[in-house]
Structure formats: C-alpha cells, structure tokens
Nanobody
Framework: QVLLVESGGRLEQAGGSLRLSCAAS????????MGWFRQAPGKAREFVAA????????YYADSVKGRFAISRDNAKNTVYLQMNSLKPEDTAVYYC?????????????????WGQGTQVTVSS
C-alpha cells in the first residue's frame, strides 16, 4: 500500500508563492507516475500537473502553465508543487496522487492512490 501526505498549504496573497510537498510511505515512488489535482467547494476535482517516473516529462493544465512547476525527489520519496504568481482562483484543496504506471496520467480514474489534501487559500 502507498500512503500520501500533503503539506505546505496556507493563506497567501495574490501574486505570492507557495511550495506544496507530498511525502509517501509504505512503498517507494521511484517507478510511479505522480500528479497534483485540486478541488474548490461545489466543483469537481480538476487536474493541475503530472510528472513521470524519473521526472523527464511533465504536463500542466492550461490554467497553471508558466506559473506552477511539479518536481520529484525519488531519494526522499517526495513530490513537490511550486506555485508562483498565485491568483484567487487557485484557492482549493490540493491533492497528491500516485499510480504504479510510469507514464504521464492526467485523469482522476487513472490514479490508484490519493492523499487527504492540503488547503490553499489566495486572498485578492
């Protein structure tokens, strides 16, 4: 089994930056595809960013391209989401996800494991 725990979410002003972390336990993530998703109240969970097993391929939602960056440190069993130029519409609970398949995955049903989420709030 894989356990994922997100951290780093907080209140931040528009234009500011945050870095979210996703720490894994129970299994090595060295061969897993990883992703970040977010969900605002009353809305469906949406894709944010994905990274393949060794970090040489990434993919981003159009809404965050040029502002967010996903990265991973397999030696630390951790995945990160650097969030710059934050906007109020970035406010949501952010979730980390993992799948044993090593290629990029961008849909919720494609992931086998999920964290509990961390709240990000951006003030206008």
């Amino acid at each position: 089994q894989v356990l994922l725990v997100e951290s780093g979410g907080r209140l931040e002003q528009a234009g500011g930056s945050l870095r979210l972390s996703c720490a894994a336990s129970g299994s090595s993530l060295s061969s897993y595809a990883m992703g970040w998703f977010r969900q605002a109240p009353g809305k469906a969970r949406e894709f944010v960013a994905a990274i393949n097993w060794n970090g040489d391929s990434t993919y981003y939602a159009d809404s965050v391209k040029g502002r967010f960056a996903i990265s991973r440190d397999n030696a630390k069993n951790t995945v990160y989401l650097q969030m710059n130029s934050l906007k109020p519409e970035d406010t949501a609970v952010y979730y980390c996800a993992a799948d044993p398949a090593s290629g990029l995955r961008v849909e919720v049903p494609e992931y086998d494991y999920w964290g509990q989420g961390t709240q990000v709030t951006v003030s206008s």
